[in-house]
């Protein structure tokens, strides 16, 4: 019954790739990597304006339509070829290989730039003691990141210490976790700080609504516009929303799912990361709002003048809301702080992605790998964004990795997985045999017609959007936006596809039996489904049944 593997396997060996200690280590990583800036400083606006209180209704049918089912297939994947995206994708189908680089590239640029966020965050941390900012939040923020604006944007290699000084130290604090491994160094420091963040946020929201004009706040966000339903743009940005949120088609959620026990609940996880995920959304929602409506009625202006999102909210709004309420440094300390810790169980999880690749590709051992990853990474990101330029690079560079790297990305890998190879059958069966959550043919109609369909029509209402405004990107110079944005874009395709055609060493990863010493699964068999066998004990064991 058994196929072959689809790779000659070095007798005995296996690979010495790490482990989650169990359900709950993975849960807590996965959440890590969720919650992270996309809920503090991306969902309350992107509610606001799609709708409010209404905006729910699409969110919710986006996660249970897209968000949850691409979790799943990400989770498949990662679980039953158990390796890196590159390997996993290749095991999968051997020419799939290139989708696993280009998330490994996506991943890369996106960790370059994150980490010069959490380095801000971490400064501002400290500043809110005392109010660094005085009554000028916007000219300090310009004056501290010594930021190159619009039009001035350009090469510079001009540092700027203070962000260099906390960059480094961003940088030092992921090399230890990540050398400490996956369960002592991710899943360790998720089970301490996703925690110790809602408890921090949960505070920040109570003081938030005891300020006057939270409830303006809170009535301006959650105040339905149910004509916003009949936009398609508003539904497109429920969906853009939650595929962000959840961290869906980074290579992440697959790269984590591949230290899981091979006899693991898949679907019943998800279905608490994507809960826990939208929950903290939501309370996102709340805390920000309130302080927004403390703000608006502070200044006497209407809410829609103070919504912002981003870098905006975090360090130009929230510094005035802190210069404003009475005990604002406490507010100052949990919100930043609480920026900091959910950019960093996310910073991680991406970085993982990059040195799992690594490691299976040159079957080299935790700390090797770590280490050949993160420290030319650091430098590059040092080098590059404690510098003058590093908030126009930060903002093209984010603009495209997210609305053309991963929507492209999860776009192709949709069409791939179910009309290309043909493996949805699979993957479901897979997800099924130790799932608590049954998956049907709904699922494969959300993966195979549903999310291609949103993903598509976002990529094309980007590029529309983007052709047809009056100025190029936020008044960058053209050749800037060029080069960081549509250049890099589209070369991180062109290096996947380079880096698929390398072959693998003869002591990779890819060679060797899993962690556990079992045969990796054949690769998926076009439209076939898995036969059930009674005396199969993990997913792994399942086969296709034979022509
Ligand atoms: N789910 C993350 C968020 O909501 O912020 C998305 C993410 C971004 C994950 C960047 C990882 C990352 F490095």
């Not at 400083?41 to 049918?61: C, D, Q, S, T």
């Not at 590059?380 to 908030?391: D, E, P, Q």
């Not at 050749?479 to 880096?499: D, E, K, N, R, S």
Request: charged share 10%; with cysteine.
């Amino acid at each position: 019954m058994s196929a072959p593997s689809p790779s000659p396997v070095v007798a005995g060996a296996k690979a010495n790739r790490g482990a989650f200690s169990g359900r709950t280590a993975f849960i807590f990583a996965a959440i890590g990597s969720a919650v992270g800036l996309g809920n503090i400083w991306r969902f309350p606006a992107v509610a606001y304006e799609n709708g409010g209180g209404a905006f729910i209704l699409p969110y919710l049918i986006a996660l249970l339509t897209a968000g949850i089912p691409l979790l799943f297939l990400d989770y498949a994947i990662g679980h039953r070829w158990r390796g890196s995206a590159p390997a996993a994708w290749r095991r999968f189908k051997r020419w799939t290989e290139f989708i696993g680089w280009w998330q490994v590239l996506i991943a890369l640029v996106i960790a370059l730039y994150y980490a010069l966020i959490l380095a801000w965050a971490t400064n501002y941390t400290f500043f809110s003691l005392d109010q660094r900012w005085g009554d000028d939040p916007d000219g300090f923020f310009g004056e501290y990141t010594q930021a190159l604006g619009g039009a001035d944007a350009t090469i510079s290699f001009d540092v700027v210490p203070a962000v260099l000084v906390s960059l480094v130290i961003v940088w030092l604090a992921v090399i230890v976790v990540m050398a400490l491994g996956v369960q002592k160094g991710i899943a360790a420091s998720s089970i301490v700080f996703i925690p110790l963040l809602v408890l921090m946020f949960v505070i920040l929201v109570v003081r938030s609504l005891f300020l006057p004009g939270a409830i303006d706040g809170l009535q301006a966000l959650f105040q339905p516009n149910w004509a916003a339903l009949l936009d398609p743009t508003v539904w497109i940005a429920a969906y853009g929303q939650i595929f962000f949120s959840l961290s869906v088609a980074f290579g992440i959620m697959l790269t984590y799912s591949s230290y899981l026990k091979k006899k693991t609940d898949l679907t019943g996880s998800g279905l608490v990361v994507g809960f826990a995920n939208s929950s903290f959304e939501i309370l996102c929602g709340i805390g920000v709002f309130s302080a927004l409506g403390f703000m608006a009625q502070a200044q006497g202006v209407a809410i829609d003048e103070v919504v912002t999102d981003g870098v905006g909210l975090a360090f130009i709004a929230f510094p005035t809301i802190i210069s404003e309420a009475p005990a604002g440094a406490l507010i100052g300390v949990l919100f930043f702080g609480s920026l900091v810790l959910a950019g960093f169980t996310s910073l991680i999880s991406i970085v993982e992605v990059v040195i799992a690749a690594i490691q299976d590709k040159f079957g080299l051992a935790r700390v090797s790998s770590t280490l050949l990853v993160c420290i030319p990474l650091a430098v590059v990101s040092t080098a590059l964004f404690s510098t003058t330029m590093g908030l126009p690079l930060l903002d093209v560079l984010d603009k495209w990795a997210n609305e053309y790297g991963i929507v492209a990305a999860a776009l192709v890998s949709t069409i791939v997985v179910t009309y290309v190879v043909r493996g949805l059958p699979t993957l479901r069966d897979h997800l099924n045999h130790q799932g608590t959550f049954r998956i049907r043919t709904w699922w494969l109609v959300c993966v195979g017609v549903i999310a291609p369909l949103v993903l598509g029509a976002s990529l094309v209402l980007s590029t529309i959007d983007l052709l047809t405004a009056p100025t190029t990107y936020e008044e960058y110079p053209g050749w800037f936006v060029l080069v960081f944005g549509w250049l890099m874009a589209i070369g991180l395709v062109v290096i996947a596809i380079g880096l698929s055609l390398i072959p693998w060493p003869a002591g990779s990863n890819l060679h060797k039996d899993d962690s556990d010493g079992d045969p990796i699964a054949p690769e998926a068999v076009a439209g076939r489904g898995l036969v059930t066998t009674p005396e199969a004990a993990t997913p792994h064991e399942l086969r296709s049944a034979p022509r």
